[in-house]
């Protein structure tokens, strides 16, 4: 794990494979690793968002229901995937979502304690770490298989949505 204090050097190296053509999953392990956990509160409010170039099934999947982002209303009521119909309105994808809303909670993962948003009927969960005030890193993991046929992580990241 490289050990970096230099927040400007954090975020060099998250934009460097957030534009990456191809991100190795270790590599984004070892930015993880450096980054800063936050609290659930930290998480409330729109973001919009994008992933990283790791070749995960999830990707197609998001590009076909024209993800945009998260939103959450409260700890307890959030909206997993945002999305954009035709006429380019924003919506909560509810059908798309297994279930359609979740929750955020403080949770265990890899040593840590960190914001975690929960899906209300599927055992996955995206875990989130702080790039900057306004950016944030998440890897969805749980029992992916049945959703995306692999178990593998997902690598994502999301940015305030000001609009």
């Not at 409010?45 to 209303?73: E, I, N, Q, Y």
Request: proline residues 3%; negative net charge; aromatic residues 12%.
């Amino acid at each position: 794990m490289l050990q970096v204090t230099n927040d400007g050097v954090l975020r060099t190296w998250f934009d460097s494979l957030r534009s990456a053509e191809t991100a190795r999953p270790a590599e984004l392990d070892g930015l993880w690793a450096d980054l800063e956990t936050l609290d659930a509160s930290e998480m409330l409010g729109a973001w919009r968002g994008g992933d990283f170039a790791t070749g995960h099934p999830a990707s197609a999947l998001l590009d076909r229901v024209g993800w945009h982002g998260k939103r959450f209303d409260s700890l307890l009521e959030g909206h997993p995937l945002i999305c954009r119909n035709p006429a380019g309105e924003l919506y909560s994808n509810t059908a798309a979502a297994g279930g359609g809303h979740s929750s955020l909670w403080n949770v265990g993962f890899r040593g840590e304690v960190t914001a975690t948003m929960v899906y209300d009927a599927m055992a996955v969960f995206d875990h989130f770490k702080k790039v900057d005030d306004d950016t944030v890193m998440g890897i969805m993991n749980g029992k992916l298989e049945a959703a995306f046929g692999t178990a593998d992580p997902y690598y994502f990241w999301l940015e305030r949505d000001h609009a």
